[in-house]
């Protein structure tokens, strides 16, 4: 079965914190993502990546950034976190977007950030 | 811009009832359907998806999905819904051969006893 985790299920910083959030995925997944959840919204995309050093921005990447320097791990950063970024973050991977594919998900980190 | 509406944010049923949630998708082109369940406290999971072929998909856990090309529908079914099945329900739409998913906005269902 394929296994995506995330460094931390709750994490708390303070305003202007810089913030990291890891994802690993055990699977060999090409394609890995970053969305964040919030009620009544679903699912939206902030980052993608395709391979190692590549990315694409989603739907909402302001305020963010990522890196991917293995083909397992997707990074999340926050450069200075806010309120308005609280949030529940699920990072998600796949194989090549052909046919047949579908995602794996994380269990989340929510972020408060006070 | 490719959209996904799930018309019903909330529903409550008592178990046995049959349950049906809507999902309509903006996108002329050949797409790929997914359902996702997110259980209280679990991570969201696969529950079907549809590619090609017979638009009617079965799913774990009894659950299934017609796939209406003309009305730009997938939704989701299940004839008698128990107590465990209280959970959030996503649909996700992808353009085939793209990398971005697109998804609805959640139905929280609540079965109860």
């Known amino acids: 079965d394929v296994k995506v985790t995330q460094s931390s299920r709750y994490l708390v910083k303070r305003t202007g914190e810089k913030v990291f959030l890891e994802c690993v995925q055990d699977?060999?997944?090409?394609?890995m993502f970053w969305y964040r959840q919030d009620p009544g919204l679903g699912l939206r995309l902030i980052y993608f990546?395709?391979?190692?050093?590549?990315?694409e921005k989603g739907d909402i990447p302001e305020g963010y950034s990522v890196s991917r320097e293995k083909k397992e791990r997707f990074s999340l950063i926050l450069e200075s976190a806010s309120t308005n970024q609280t949030s529940m973050y699920l990072c998600?991977?796949?194989?090549?977007?052909?046919?047949?594919?579908?995602?794996?998900f994380g269990p989340g980190t929510r972020l408060t950030v006070l | 811009a490719q959209s996904v509406s799930q018309h019903n944010h909330h529903v409550i049923l008592s178990e046995a009832a049959s349950l049906e949630l809507g999902c309509n998708y903006s996108?002329?082109?050949?797409?790929?359907l997914f359902w996702y369940v997110q259980y209280p406290g679990q991570h969201l999971q696969l529950l079907l998806k549809?590619?090609?072929?017979?638009?009617l998909v079965k799913g774990i856990k009894g659950f299934e999905a017609e796939f209406i090309k003309s009305k730009f529908s997938f939704n989701l079914r299940k004839p008698s819904v128990q107590w465990s099945d209280t959970a959030e329900y996503f649909c996700a739409v992808r353009a085939s051969g793209t990398y971005k998913y697109i998804f609805g906005t959640g139905t929280r269902l609540k079965v109860l006893a």
């Open positions: 699977m060999d997944h090409e394609n």
């Open positions: 549809y590619f090609s072929g017979d638009p």
């Open positions: 996108y002329g082109g050949t797409v790929n």
């Open positions: 990546s395709y391979d190692v050093k590549m990315k």
């Open positions: 998600a991977s796949s194989l090549p977007s052909g046919n047949y594919n579908e995602q794996f």
